[in-house]
């Protein structure tokens, strides 16, 4: 088998390694999505959010999407202060930000870090 992962590695098939860690053991209770949807005047706005995002630590993943939003953030935060400030401080001072709207988990009914993989022959 080590031969194997060693030839998963070197094609780029396995990205990396991680630890995957329990929010809620280190101080981070509440999970949330958000929606954000960017003024569609001028690409500028873009950029700037991309770049912001990347700097604020509390955004674990950001996804531009279709359909009636442009970006969809998952964030992890203490608890709903902590996103408060989050949201009034950093995320609604990025220029173009039209409208944000958000959800929070109330319970984890799945989560996995598998592929549906199956149909792959190696």
């Not at 959010?49 to 630590?57: E, K, L």
């Not at 001072?93 to 996995?112: A, H, N, Y």
């Amino acid at each position: 088998m080590p031969a194997l992962t060693k030839q998963l590695e070197e094609s780029g098939v396995i990205r990396q390694y991680v630890a995957l860690l329990d929010p809620a053991k280190v101080g981070l209770g509440l999970q949330g999505y958000v929606r954000v949807l960017l003024e569609k005047r001028g690409t500028t706005h873009v950029q700037g959010f991309i770049d912001a995002v990347q700097q604020w630590p509390e955004v674990i993943n950001c996804l531009a999407m279709t359909g009636e939003m442009d970006y969809l953030l998952q964030v992890y935060v203490q608890d709903l202060e902590h996103f408060s400030r989050f949201v009034m401080d950093q995320l609604l001072m990025i220029p173009g930000i039209q409208d944000v709207k958000s959800s929070f988990v109330l319970k984890e009914i799945k989560r996995t870090t598998s592929l549906p993989l199956s149909h792959i022959s190696v």
